[in-house]
């Protein structure tokens, strides 16, 4: 149970932001709390009779949300995690997408990075969010994935004050959603939210010929593309390879691949690695002996977070 103590002169405004809230997760009311219907959990506005300091600025306790909707569809939802004393100058957020072949997967898969960010650094708030999966012929990867972290970002940002959280962005993803933020960050963050990109074993290259010999590639290639939104005559697979896309506005990124990858080859490393070279972007390409990120060494696994710590604090601080 999360209790929100405030005094009378605050008493309006802590109204107002629930009248938010239940806009936004249509939750139940009564006269003196509000429930969450997943969490059951329960927010209780009360005065405190001890004297306080009016002129105080009430401290916001820590709170979770889970499967908020950003959009319409079932899929569109994101788990959030708000820090205790937020602030929406200077809390900054963390948004996690989750693997699976842009055909699979779920945000319940990013436990560890969760675990990681409340332990770790704690101060940040952490979104981690579904959406919508590729479909055969009923709804392709690109650029729809695309279009949904951009709904989610916006979501975000227009429950900036609600959430009290300042709209810059870490995103951090592993595999396909690792390519999905790079994407995004490279093609959709107009407005430069997105401040740096922690890229796990994500695809940087679809025109590699490791792609191309796969014999299940044109199958693949069907699910994921929708050549309908993208200029005629053009190459779908460069306009959604990361490595391909790679220019003077893309963030900061922080790669890391297996030397053994069955699922995504170390070219793609390389080849990304080149890339961010040319367009003079500051990155860090980390190669590990392993695979696909789930046989990496203990001192590997300790050598990225520890690097992931460096990059918030040189890209996303706390102020």
């Not at 209790?3 to 107002?16: D, G, P, Q």
């Not at 009360?46 to 105080?56: F, G, K």
């Not at 959406?131 to 972290?149: C, G, M, T």
């Not at 709904?151 to 870490?170: D, G, M, N």
């Amino acid at each position: 149970m999360i209790v929100l103590e405030k005094t009378m002169k605050n008493y309006y405004l802590i109204v107002a932001n629930l009248l938010v809230f239940l806009l936004f997760s249509s939750c139940s009311v009564t006269d003196d709390e509000i429930i969450n219907e997943e969490r059951q959990d329960v927010i209780i506005i009360s005065n405190n009779n001890e004297e306080q300091d009016n002129s105080s600025t009430p401290v916001l306790e820590a709170l979770e949300l889970f499967d908020m909707p950003y959009g319409d569809h079932p899929k569109q939802v994101f788990d959030i995690y708000l820090p205790n004393g937020r602030s929406s100058a200077s809390t900054k957020a963390v948004i996690l997408i989750h693997g699976g072949g842009w055909r699979g997967g779920d945000k319940s898969n990013m436990e560890e990075d969760i675990h990681f960010f409340r332990t770790v650094h704690p101060d940040y708030a952490i979104f981690n969010f579904n959406y919508v999966l590729a479909v055969a012929s009923e709804h392709k990867a690109f650029p729809n994935q695309y279009l949904d972290i951009q709904l989610a970002i916006e979501k975000i940002t227009a429950y900036s004050e609600f959430f009290q959280v300042k709209p810059e962005f870490a995103l951090l993803g592993r595999s396909a959603g690792a390519h999905l933020a790079m994407m995004y960050d490279s093609v959709y963050d107009t407005l430069d939210q997105v401040k740096f990109v922690a890229n796990i074993v994500g695809p940087s290259d679809l025109t590699d010929p490791y792609y191309l010999q796969d014999p299940d590639f044109d199958e693949v290639y069907e699910i994921l593309i929708d050549e309908s939104q993208f200029p005629e005559n053009s190459d779908p697979l460069a306009l959604n390879s990361p490595a391909l896309v790679a220019n003077e506005d893309t963030s900061p990124i922080l790669s890391f691949y297996g030397n053994q990858d069955p699922l995504v080859p170390i070219t793609n490393a390389h080849t990304l690695d080149q890339a961010l070279l040319e367009v003079s972007n500051e990155y860090i390409l980390n190669i590990y002996d392993g695979g696909h990120g789930n046989n990496w060494s203990d001192f590997d696994q300790q050598d990225l977070r520890n690097q992931i710590d460096l990059y918030l604090n040189d890209f996303l601080p706390i102020e």
